[in-house]
């Protein structure tokens, strides 16, 4: 990646942040509008985006915990990003680290996490989003 595109990145992503924070009542209104999720009211199971809307207003508040409790996957995206923004800044200044490992192993086991997670919160109630 160009140092110019990285340098980019550095600038866009903090701006972005704000903007997101300074219009956060509107975005948690706009997810007021979204519809009820259709398989969870078909099946009374919940699919793997049962959740993620309530996640995503907790991280809005600052409510790390209430954001993993509703689904881990948006904390875990968050986290995923803002290492991916460290790495970004530390090449900017001439420092290469790898925070995120680049293994497909690794990968493959996260992911099978997640599936297991998806799984597992149909059967224990402590593992399903607050309704």
């Known amino acids: 990646m160009s140092k110019r595109l990285r340098a980019a990145i550095a600038i866009a992503v903090p701006i972005m ?51 993993i409790r ?24 001439g420092r290469d680290i790898k925070l995120l490992p680049r293994k497909g192993l690794f990968w493959g086991i996260v992911i099978g996490l997640f599936f297991v997670y998806y799984v597992l919160r149909n059967f224990f109630p402590v593992l399903g989003p607050i309704s």
């Open 17 to 67: 942040a704000l903007v997101l924070l300074a219009l956060r009542d509107r975005v948690i209104g706009l997810a007021k509008s979204l519809p009820p999720c259709t398989f969870h009211k078909v099946t009374g199971y919940w699919c793997t985006g049962c959740g993620n809307t309530r996640s995503c207003i907790a991280l809005l508040h600052g409510h790390i915990w209430t954001a």
């Open 70 to 93: 509703n689904n881990a996957t948006m904390p875990f995206l968050s986290l995923l990003l803002c290492l991916l923004y460290i790495e970004n800044l530390a090449a900017i200044f």
